[in-house]
Nanobody
Framework: QVQLVESGGGLVQAGGSLRLSCAASGRTIRSYAMGWFRQAPGKEREFVAA????????HYANSVKGRFTISRDNAKNTVYLQMNSLKPEDTAVYFC?????????????????WGQGTQVTVSS
């Protein structure tokens, strides 16, 4: 089992930036595809971004494409989500997930391990 801890969330004005981190422990994430999902109040958890174990393949939700960047540092066992040009509709709890079954995955149900989430609030 890999344990995941997200950090870097907070309150930011529209147009601002935040960088989320997802630190893994227990096992190396070198063989895991990693992903970021988010859940706004009253809504279901939705896909944000995913990166393959090598970093060679990346997918983004259309709503964040061009504004968010996912990356990973396997040596540090950490995955990042750089969020720029933030909008109020980006407000949500952001979760990091680890997927051992697929090279890259956008479906929530394919992820084996989750962090506890970090709150991102974007004010208008």
């Amino acid at each position: 089992q890999v344990q995941l801890v997200e950090s870097g969330g907070g309150l930011v004005q529209a147009g601002g930036s935040l960088r989320l981190s997802c630190a893994a422990s227990g096992r190396t994430i070198r063989s895991y595809a990693m992903g970021w999902f988010r859940q706004a109040p009253g809504k279901e958890r939705e896909f944000v971004a995913a990166i393959s174990w090598s970093g060679g393949s990346i997918h983004y939700a259309n709503s964040v494409k061009g504004r968010f960047t996912i990356s990973r540092d396997n040596a540090k066992n950490t995955v990042y989500l750089q969020m720029n040009s933030l909008k109020p509709e980006d407000t949500a709890v952001y979760f990091c997930g680890a997927n051992s079954r697929f090279e890259i995955a956008v479906m929530e149900g394919t992820y084996d391990n989750w962090g506890q989430g970090t709150q991102v609030t974007v004010s208008s």
